[in-house]
């Protein structure tokens, strides 16, 4: 595959300005709706993971995705005059979701986007890994968007125990090229896709160059012409997406 086919040049030099820390970060717990386990046919192009059957455990990593409490990447990136910068943090905080009489012990992940140095999302993204296959479900997120500091919607949120809604797998244990699958399916609200097309990449970033990367090429099944790629490193996780990349990985 010829690397203009990557959407990402492999060396990518990013100017960065560097700022404080977003303020103290925090978590608002809301109850889950306690439906019937629900089950989706994605179609025949799609991988099947056993959601049933499987056991989770809200700590754990794989090869591509790390969902240890500390742990935390940041992505920053200029276009177009804008500068954006999203730090990713697991948290020590859990949050229960419930599928009949199952609950699921799942991780909270805090996602804050700055723009130009101003807040403009913060995401509460709940994860599980199967202990059995290593794959990390996605069960669901609440957001806040913010204008000029306050709250004014919350667009995107869902949960994959309500109505019509299945969890989604954010990244499998064992990524195959060719592999297609839902990471999101919350029918009107979120319906992201992904196919892996790379797992040998190599991608250098201002926090290093990484080997034996995975690609996916994302889409939206309600709006089917976006594609974003993004990359993923071993060990790591999520080093580049859109027009940002990886300026800092570690625990803190």
Same mark, same amino acid.
């Given at each position: 595959?010829?690397?203009?086919?990557?959407?990402?040049?492999?060396?990518?030099?990013?100017?960065?300005?560097?700022?404080?820390?977003?303020? $103290? =970060?925090?978590? *608002? #717990?809301?109850?889950?709706?306690?439906?019937? @386990? %629900? /089950?989706? +046919?994605?179609?025949?192009?799609?991988?099947?993971?056993?959601?049933?059957?499987?056991?989770?455990?809200?700590?754990?990593?794989? $090869? =591509?995705?790390? *969902? #240890?409490?500390?742990?935390?990447?940041?992505? @920053? %990136? /200029?276009? +177009?005059?804008?500068?954006?910068?999203?730090?990713?943090?697991?948290?020590?905080?859990?949050?229960?979701?419930?599928?009949?009489?199952?609950?699921?012990?799942?991780?909270?992940?805090?996602?804050?986007?700055? @723009?130009?140095?101003?807040?403009?999302?913060?995401?509460?993204?709940?994860?599980?890994?199967?202990?059995?296959?290593?794959?990390?479900?996605?069960?669901?997120?609440?957001?806040?968007?913010?204008?000029?500091?306050?709250?004014?919607?919350?667009?995107?949120?869902?949960?994959?125990?309500?109505?019509?809604?299945?969890?989604?797998?954010?990244?499998?244990?064992?990524?195959?090229?060719?592999?297609?699958?839902?990471?999101?399916?919350?029918?009107?609200?979120?319906?992201?896709?992904?196919?892996?097309?790379?797992?040998?990449?190599?991608?250098?970033?201002?926090?290093?160059?990484?080997?034996?990367?995975?690609?996916?090429?994302?889409?939206?099944?309600?709006?089917?012409?976006?594609?974003?790629?993004?990359?993923?490193?071993?060990?790591?996780?999520?080093?580049?997406?859109?027009?940002?990349?990886?300026?800092?990985?570690?625990?803190?």
């Amino acid at each position: 595959m010829e690397q203009k086919e990557l959407g990402i040049s492999l060396i990518i030099l990013v100017s960065v300005a560097i700022g404080s820390i977003l303020g $103290t =970060y925090y978590f *608002l #717990e809301f109850l889950s709706t306690g439906v019937d @386990e %629900g /089950t989706y +046919d994605p179609g025949p192009d799609f991988t099947q993971f056993d959601f049933e059957n499987a056991n989770f455990s809200s700590i754990g990593s794989n $090869t =591509y995705w790390i *969902l #240890e409490p500390g742990y935390k990447i940041t992505l @920053e %990136g /200029t276009q +177009d005059d804008e500068t954006l910068k999203v730090d990713i943090i697991v948290t020590n905080n859990e949050f229960n979701i419930t599928f009949g009489p199952r609950i699921i012990t799942t991780r909270v992940v805090i996602e804050n986007e700055t @723009e130009n140095g101003k807040l403009i999302e913060t995401s509460y993204n709940f994860f599980a890994i199967c202990n059995e296959t290593g794959d990390v479900w996605y069960f669901g997120e609440t957001v806040d968007d913010y204008l000029n500091g306050e709250i004014v919607s919350h667009e995107g949120e869902w949960l994959a125990n309500e109505t019509g809604n299945a969890p989604g797998v954010i990244m499998p244990g064992s990524p195959m090229l060719g592999a297609k699958y839902y990471q999101e399916y919350a029918p009107g609200v979120a319906r992201d896709r992904a196919e892996i097309i790379s797992l040998d990449s190599t991608l250098t970033t201002p926090n290093g160059t990484f080997q034996n990367c995975l690609i996916t090429e994302e889409t939206n099944a309600d709006e089917p012409l976006v594609v974003e790629n993004k990359f993923y490193a071993p060990g790591v996780g999520l080093i580049a997406e859109e027009f940002i990349v990886l300026t800092f990985h570690g625990f803190v």
